[in-house]
């Protein structure tokens, strides 16, 4: 235990605690870019809260993936389970957040025990495909699940009530979901960090390296890493709540196994095994899927400009054929991955110097 | 019973059509311990790369011979810029770098030969069906694919098992360092593997083209499948590849051929219809998930 | 003055300029413009722009701005690319959705707004027809159901009595089946819902067909699928033997693929590019000299999509702030539509002509598509009743 300001010392403190106050402070400034005509307010907040609860996600598949080895390519079904659980109740009438919260985490704890009971004796890839198998079959239920929309989904009617704790309805409903959610974000940032320092985080982390000699050490490296396992699932499950409510709709295509894929780019882009990492992982890859495009476009309409004051105007030709390019943003995202893997490794989190562990 | 066996001949096709993906995925990532998931698009580019040469020479034989030495092309510049510097990471960078090359083939074939798809027309005698028996007709080119797939399948058998280029391989397989002592050039010749496994990836694209047609991102489903594959056979395991994809073909071929039939003689013929592509979409999971519980190094893979 | 804004440079406030900011009329346009599908993208974008060309690039005075935001084919990052549009750029009007599952994510985002209203240039899923109906909503396609009742009145009253039903495993793709079996009343001798999006191979499915016998077979499969299972129909050599029906699989977006395999399979639609009304010819004349290719469906439901809000904003004469007047000048749909004149339903669909369509050679040797018959006229949709607007 350091004290508050022990983060301070180091670049790679500074920059997380000045993500974490940019985060926090987002409703107070958001009107100012508002006014700047940088961004709307709401759009802002729309954004970032998809942002807080998707890095939530994220965290908790660092969890098992950064800290345990363990990369589950299904990660994304506890979203859906989330999310289909205060689905299905306030389509019954049970608007409660307080019922439908725990039991989208209890839903989801059990399915990762059990998904976590069957999978956990396979490594590697054959791990990987084994968690993809599992969550490709609860796609296809929801999928199948003809009473509340099938693959067309189900529209969420009104948002979860907290007892009126929470504004579910008006102006403020943004600024006080975007907050629920980033409370929620520390909340889980501070559990994942409690847990992987304790020593069942230690074991855990040892079962990564070597699994055999924690076994040897005796060591019950199965139970430590599917309690992991279903304490992972059970936050995502909590985020899969919360996008829900963020969303106002749910579909199968939660629990595709694309989403999964993201979760594990989002780690793998900030940092695996290190606590911020995800944040940083979803906060760039999904406001790089968002603005990449209109950063490119913007870019093009100054070189495009830069080369008729240089060249004339015949020479730059049409700007709307530069801008067509834009459309293809895709190639510069894909770009943008592989020089990270390839230069930049430890992720986003790895720029900011070496990691301490957790 | 005619039906039966055409169902049959249906489920092997396909079966062997999944063969050419999953082939080239398990060579590469059997002996280089390389996961890719570009392999996809090279199977894309396979398709796109026949729809135009055949286009041009105006034949689909032609056009799917010229597709191969420029899917070999493709495979060695991506293994020189991109994934030599990969082979040394763990799999999961491995993930996000060929993740990337996913996003820029799809763009790429997008700016290249624009959103539309493409239709790769057959010569006659390949778009006509072929009598097997008089009421048994089966498309030509069908057994193109099989034929194609069965030859493939045996001549990765003698390239792998029976030559001193396999042996090497299988050498680089286990021993890198040993096998790079012995003075084998191991950067040429996983070079030399990661080609082949495009030119695989290219072939079952341009093979599956005039079936499927060719579009963007064709191989972004397919590939998951290819895995779901390779993981059930063994990873490195062609013969387990092989197996794999047969009965992988013969699942999702009788499940959509015989599984409405079968619930609709115990569920409402509307319950039937609407369970009947979910069971048989869940099947092949279903499979994987317990030959990985029964097995979890899959049929043939090296045991730990 | 027409501005591409390809996903709002204006974001990050460089390209924000101020003085069309204020006045212009704001239309946001989802559709797919990624991927496999972005070849129906392309055709609906070239005809908005076609129809903002068309108008002189205003509407009661007025400069039109057009943002088109990518879907990319999924319904969390449609309503997404909504949300944006409603609440970055403010636009006026969103515009476009190919699928029902987009369409039915983004609904609530756009509808709720109260100041923003929602036109669906395709997707027409039956709850939005019925429970789901919004005053801010409007449709300028059909309602899903309604393409294959036309095409089963027309196989009913050819008088055939055996048919066999292949569709896509979709919400879209059950509608479609539902809608056939409202107006054909033979029997049908077999039912197949196939994988989706990612069945590859449909041979299980034809094998099944010959062995059933039937008299015809009725399919729907959109974009890519639909060129996928008219040539694996041809390869088992069951064209030519058994006489197929069709929505929404022969269209001028795969015909240029199709060629040959198309003729003499017939299709149902509300819109032709031969219909002979004057708009029509305008708009596939210009379009066909624009881009050198014949618009589809799709494209002219986008035209029409564009016009409608043309007609409303000059109804208002520019005043598109009040809502109630705009509504109901939106209501009346007083413009000329390239499938000629149509009025709404309850539910704010259109009441309007199916047609049977086939394909057929142009005088440049193109394959296009050439009205053969009137399967429905004045179809209004089933689920107006369930609506509870008035």
Redesign the interface.
Known sequence: MTGMTAPLRTWRGRVAVGLLVMLALLPWYSPWLDAAGIISQRFALTVMTRVVILAIAASSLNLILGYGGMVSFGHAVYIGIGGYTVGILTYHGIGSGFVQFPLAILLSALLALAIGALSLRTRGVYFIMITLAFAQLLYYVAVGLEAYGADDGLTIGRRSDFAGLIPIRGPNKFVAFYLLSFVVLLLVLGLVHRLVNSRFGMALRGTKSNDARMQALGFPTFRYRIVAFAIAGALCGLAGALLANHTEFISPAMMHWTRSGDLIVMVVLGGMGSLLGPVYGAVAFLLLEEFLPAALAMVLTWLHAGLTAVLGAAAAGDLDAWLKMAEYWQIALGTILILVVLYARGGIDGLFGRSRHG | M??LI??LL?GI??GL?MFLLAAGLTLV?GIMDL?NLAHGSLYMFGAYFCASFSAWTGSFVVGALLALPAALLLGVLVEVV?VR??YR?D???H???T??????A???V??VW??????I??PAWL???IRLTPDL?Y????FAVILVGAAVALLLYWLVGRTRTGMWIRAGASNRTMIGALGVNVEALFTLVFGLGAVLAALAGLM?A????V????GD??L?LA??II?IGG?GSIKGAFIAAMVVGMID??G??FL?DLLKSFLS?AAA??????I???MI??L??GV??WR???LF?AR? | MKRRAFASAALLGMLAAPAWGQQSIKIGFISTFSGPQAAIGQDMRRSVELAVEHLGGKMAGKPIEVIFEDDQFKPEVGKQKSEKLVQQDKVNFVGGYIWSNVLLASLKTVTDEGDTILISSNAGPSRIAGDLCNPNFFSTSWQNDQTPSAMGQYVQDKGIKKVYLVSANYAAGKDMLSGFKHTFKGEIVGEDLTKWPDQLDFSAELSKIRAAKPDAVFVFFPGAHGVQFLSQYAQTGLKGTIPLYTAFVIDALSLPQLKDLALGVPGAQSWVNDLPNEQNKRFVADFKKKYGTYPSFYGAQSYDTIMLIASAVEGVKGNIGDMVKLRAELTKANFKSVRGDFKFNNNHFPIQNFYIQETVKDAEGKFTLKTVGVAMKDAKDAYGDKCRMK
């Open positions: 005619t039906l055409e169902q249906n096709q396909l059509l990532f996961v991109v510097k990969l990471r799999h999961l960078d993930v996000l770098a993740f990337g090359l996913i996003l820029i799809n763009d790429l997008r700016l624009g959103p539309d798809g493409r239709r027309p057959l778009s006509q069906p007709p498309p030509a080119y069908r599956a005039p079936i499927v047609t579009s963007i991102g064709m489903n397919i998951i895995f779901v993981v990873i071929t009788v959509r051929a409405p013929v219809n609407t369970a009947a592509p979910a048989s979409s869940m999971y279903l994987m998930a990985l519980v979890p190094t899959g893979g730990s």
